[in-house]
């Protein structure tokens, strides 16, 4: 009787150690409605209108509509019919806290997207700002910290992206071609972040929420950005 209270109890200390170990996760799931997670801190997240508060770059700044017949927040939500060979992206900047977690994330789906040959995807990313305003650069500190500290997701130097390849639910793979909407979330442990990391002057005072497509062809909509600091 003994033995199988120490193995429960050994599996309880594996399972929450593991829980508070992660301080960096992601994860993408289908989904056929959206509802903000309470305390959006990302203004017009709902993509209706107004959009001035995000950057729009690349052609994506020209070839952006509003598409008020998909959508999943609001009245509409953001579509990039791109042609072969023209790039995108959008992101935003927000202040945050250094002494909390946030999740942050958006919805996506996609209709006859082509990738380009250059290997390049639709990539879902996030940059860290420290206390001085610099981009940190997490691939010097990574180097000591365990291979899996990311959990999945990949260090560009200053941005910290989701990999290549995604699981929608037939197997990893560049997202492509015709798909329902499927919601990005990533979490972050900021307190632990700005250790591991070590974020000068041990802030990291904002994020910038990113999205990109260099090259391909075909339609994307954006909708239902949000960033909200997690409680324990
Ligand atoms: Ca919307």
Known sequence: MWQAALVMAAMLVLVWSGATMAKVEWSVKPVSSFEFPEGNIIPNGDLSEDTHRFTITYEWGEIFTYDTSAYLTGKSSLLFDQKEGQRGRVYVNVRVD????????????????????NNQSLRWGVYMQDGLGAWIDSREPLKSLPDDYLNGMETGGIVIRTPNEIDLGDGPKPVSGTTGWFNVEILLDLPA??????AALGRINLLRVDVTLYGGSGKIWLDCIYLVPVED
């Open 98 to 117: 250094s002494d909390k977690k946030y999740k942050l994330g958006y919805v996506m789906k996609t209709e006859d997207l082509k990738l380009p040959e």
């Open 193 to 198: 972040l700005v250790k591991d990391l070590q």
